[in-house]
């Protein structure tokens, strides 16, 4: 499965033109898009339209979500994080941390726009699609 991240959607709804929002729109299969339970939130959290939102929401619950967050989940994302801070680096969001780690314990691609996960990538199995 693939897992969208916020970063692509909030472009994509704004329709912002990038090889991700590109992809999403006319790669991706529909039954490959996994959604998270946190990305939906910080995608709808944005809209100021109550008509946009209701459209968004639409779209966006047509997709297959799961929990992202859950005790075991938090302790491997500490521990993900934990590691990185011994490499030197530091994930600017807990949120991306958590993606990222809930991604590599159920082995999903990630598709984003953020360069916190450009570094995770480099350190941990996450596994990214570049489109």
Not at 81 to 94: A, H, S
């Amino acid at each position: 499965m693939l897992l969208v991240d916020s970063s692509v959607w909030i472009d994509f709804f704004n329709g912002k033109v990038t090889l991700q929002t590109l992809y999403l729109r006319d790669e991706v299969k529909r039954h490959e898009i996994l959604l998270g339970n946190l990305i939906l939130c910080e995608v709808l959290q944005g809209f100021r339209s109550e008509s946009e939102f209701l459209k968004a929401r639409q779209l966006l619950l047509s997709f297959p979500c799961q929990n992202i967050s859950g005790q075991v989940l938090a302790l491997q994302t500490a521990q993900n994080y934990r590691y990185l801070r011994t490499k030197g680096i530091t994930v600017r969001k807990t949120i991306d941390m958590m993606i990222a780690t809930f991604c590599i314990e159920n082995h999903h691609e990630l598709l984003h726009a953020d360069r916190d996960f450009e570094v995770i990538e480099q350190y941990l199995p996450l596994l990214v699609r570049h489109p």
